[in-house]
């Protein structure tokens, strides 16, 4: 027997495809910006990059559902850097389904899908997994100014579904 998917399952099946063809632009490029954790690393739409500290060196954990709460910085072909970036920093990593995700210092890098404008922070030190980078490529530490904490979201328990924690 088939079975049709109801209209907001079709609806947000379509917007994450739309998100993931903007997420992977023929020629990546990664900026530096003022955020409220200091000087991190953004992309050209100013939204903030993350790394996954589960990650093991030119390797992604994130899949699954942690992808989709953390969805990877793709690209089609060498990332270049901006100002304030390292370009001998940057490389590429290849995904289980073959995609090229973008790496800094040997992250792989990530976007945090609540941060909703350029510069936000919300998934800094969420699960005490992900983290901004500085330009050096080391991990940003610093916890952005708030009176909340950020949601307990994909990532710190499994990477591939298990462990999830939703908003």
Known sequence: MRR???AAALAGIAALAAA??????PKAKVLMRTTPVGSALVDVRGHTLYLFTVDRVKT???YGACAAAWPPFLTSAKPVAGAGVKQALLGTLKRRDGK???TY?????YFFAQDAKAGEVT??????TWYALRASGKRITTQPPSTTTPV???GGGG???GGYYPP
């Open 4 to 6: 049709l998917l109801p």
């Open 152 to 154: 307990s979201t994909g």
């Open 20 to 25: 993931a063809a903007v997420a992977a632009p």
């Open 60 to 62: 992604s954990s994130c």
């Open 123 to 128: 998934g800094q030190g969420t699960n005490s």
């Open 159 to 161: 990477y591939d579904g």
């Open 100 to 102: 090229l995700q973008v």
């Open 105 to 109: 210092a040997g992250h792989a890098l």
